[in-house]
Every structure is written in C-alpha cells, then in structure tokens.
C-alpha cells in the first residue's frame, strides 16, 4: 500500500502481482461496463421507444465518434504512463508537472476536438454511404454529442491520472454515478418528453459533464501528488514531449482502427436499414466482450510502469505473463455463453426478426477470434507501460 501522503494511490512495485492486477482490474472492468452502459442504454431506449432508423444511426456514428475520441484517449495514456513511471521512481514533483501539463493539453484538445467532430461530421457519414433515412437523424445525433465532448474527454484525462497512481476504485464509482444519470435521463427525455434521439444524445452528454465534474472536483481536492492547482497550469514542454512519444502510438492505432470501422460501415450501409441494426446490437455485445482483456491490459500499463520506474525488469515480465493468462481466461470463459444465446441478446435491443438474424450471424463468426486479441492487447499495454524517453527528464 501506498503511504498517506499518496492518497489512494496503490504501489504495484511489491507484493502478489495476481493479486495487484485482480485488485486493479475489477473496478476498472465494472466502471468499463458502466461507459458501456451509456451507448448500450442509448441504443436499447431508441430501439425499442423511437424507431428501427433512429436505432441505426445511433450504431451507424459509433465509428466517427472513436476516430476522434481514441486518437485523445492514445495520447491520454501517455500521460498515464509517464505519471506511472515517475510514481513509481517516488518523483512527486514530476508528477505533479505531468498532471498539469495533461489538463492543459486537454483543455487544447476539446477545441480541437469539438470542431473537428462538427466539420467532419457530413463528409464521414457520405463516406459511410449512410442511407437517407438514416442522415438527418445521425446528424443530430453527432452535433449533439460533439457539442458536448469535452466532458468526456475530462473525465478520461482524470481518471488515466488516478489509475496511473493505482486508483481504479473512484473513476468506477464516477462512472456509475454518471451511468444512472444517464439512464434516467434517457427514459425521462424519450418517454416522457419524447425527444427522441436528440433526448438520448442530451442524456449522454449531461452523463459525461457529470462524471468530468466529479474526477476533477476529486483531482483539485486531493491531497495526493496528483492534486490540482490552477497556479501550477502550464505547459511543460519537455513533459508534453516525452508524453507525446508514449502516447501517439496508441493514439494512432486507435484512430486507424476507428477510421478503418468508417468503411466497414459503409460496407453494412450498403445492406439496409436491418443490417445496419443487426451490426449496431452486435457492436455493443462486441464491446462488452473486449471489455475484460482492454481491464486488464489497462491494469498491466499501470503495473508495468511503476516497476519500469524502479528498474524490476523481472517482475515486469511476471506482470506481463500473468496479465495473458488472465486476459485469456476472462475472454474465453464467457465468451461461449455469448454463442449460445445470441439471438436472445440481439433481440434486446432490436426484436425485429431480420435484425436479430444478422446480428447472430456477426455474433457467431466472429466471436471465436476474440481470443486472439488477448496477446495483442496485453503486449501492446505492456510495451506502453515500459516506453521510455531517449533521455530521462
């Protein structure tokens, strides 16, 4: 355990390293279920009080929505990263640099992020070859969203700095603060304003503002090496650098991998209104399928940094095994009873017949390959965690 003047910070350089990736990963994994539950609950309340159309464009700007989203949350855990590394090397000062030069790089991005999302929005959903029925209502969707993005992205800057000091457990009870803010938003602006997908978009954005609040009024309160300052707000440029080097490449990877997703969606478009909502139910059990591996490799960048930071190359190989054999063992164990009853999660989100037939059909082959992902995932978490500098700062 980490000393008082830590806060809630967990120091992962000792002890049982199963136990400290378990103690790590489970709240992330819960609070992961919880974001989850803001598009699963959007989608859910339009497909079964709105219409088959709205329930497509809901899944049809997904794609759009990572691009931007995840080339922010690749840069985010380079910031996670390096505060890891300097954690756990007991450099308190450079953490604290670190952490604000992260909210200031963020406060950047949300601009940029927020136009962006509203300029690209017509030209990725002509490229996605997106129906007409389905246009206007993906539009608003989107202005909606973007006008509102940057509670998201301050909730994930606060909590990639929390859990870069071993708390997992606050940004998971933000998050399921947030997610039955949401919920309840969702029924009350549908069924009882009847607002349609404009009111789930609202529900979702006034979600994320919530759970933005709640990390930063905890960052600014803290009296951990994390803590907030308003008089300590500026660019360290030689911090941003080293943050920029670690953080890039999984922003880029997440990016391409999104922008990728825009021409699979527009392959789907191509089938129709059905298809397109039989790919929208799939992609939210695919998400909750992925959810266990991205925990775990996300509890793996935390371990692999801080003992990166103290020199314990050995343990970081013990870190790495066992973050693989946990992975593979929490994707492949459920992933049978998802097989299995296919049909069933597909029709509650869209009870529609040919809407249930596609998306088992997408369940069904592609499921089997999740397991490959797990060494990927967990390699590339661990090569983030172990990125260093060509010159320490």
């Not at 008089?231 to 670690?246: C, D, T």
Request: hydrophobic share 50%; charged share 10%.
């Amino acid at each position: 355990m980490a000393d008082s003047k830590k806060g809630t910070g967990v120091k992962m350089t000792e002890g049982n390293i199963t136990k400290l990736i378990i103690r790590f990963a489970i709240p992330l994994l819960l609070g992961n279920i919880f974001q989850q539950l803001y598009n699963m609950v959007d989608s859910w309340v339009v497909g079964n009080f709105v219409s088959n159309e709205a329930f497509s464009a809901v899944g049809t700007v997904g794609p759009i929505i990572n691009m931007l989203i995840g080339f922010f949350m690749g840069l985010s855990s380079g910031a996670s990263v390096v505060i890891s590394q300097y954690y756990g090397a007991g450099k308190d000062d450079k953490v604290s640099d670190t952490v604000h030069t992260a909210i200031v790089m963020t406060i950047a991005l949300a601009v940029v992020i927020t136009v962006l999302g509203l300029v690209m929005m017509p030209v990725m959903l002509g490229i996605m070859n997106t129906p007409s029925e389905v246009y206007p209502v993906a539009s608003k969707y989107l202005t909606i969203y973007f006008g509102g993005v940057s509670g998201l992205m301050f909730y994930n800057i606060g909590a990639s700095i929390l859990q870069a000091v071993g708390d997992s457990r606050r940004p998971f009870y933000f998050l399921a603060a947030a997610a039955l803010t949401n919920i309840v938003l969702d029924l009350v602006f549908v069924i009882v304003f009847h607002m349609g997908v404009e009111g789930v978009a609202y529900a979702t954005v006034i979600a994320q503002l919530a759970s933005a609040v709640l990390v930063m009024m905890t960052l600014f309160q803290t009296d951990a090496c994390v803590r907030i300052s308003l008089s300590k707000l500026k660019m360290h440029w030689e911090i941003l650098a080293r943050i920029i080097r670690v953080g890039i490449p999984a922003a880029l990877q997440m990016a391409i991998i999104s922008f990728s997703n825009i021409f699979v969606q527009s392959y789907i478009n191509h089938f129709g209104a059905d298809c397109m909502s039989g790919w929208t139910a799939y992609s939210k059990i695919d998400a909750l399928m992925l959810l266990p591996m991205q925990s775990i490799g996300l509890a793996t960048t935390t371990f692999v940094g801080q003992n990166i930071g103290v020199g314990r190359v050995d343990r970081v190989k013990q870190g790495v095994r066992t973050g693989l054999m946990l992975s593979l063992a929490a994707t492949v164990i459920p992933m049978i009873p998802v097989m299995i009853f296919a049909p069933q999660l597909v029709a509650f989100f869209n009870p529609k017949k040919e809407v249930v037939d596609y998306g088992v059909l997408m369940i069904r082959w592609i499921s089997p390959f999740y397991a490959l992902t797990c060494s990927s995932n967990i390699q590339s978490a661990a090569l983030r965690g172990s990125a260093t500098p060509r010159h320490r700062c």
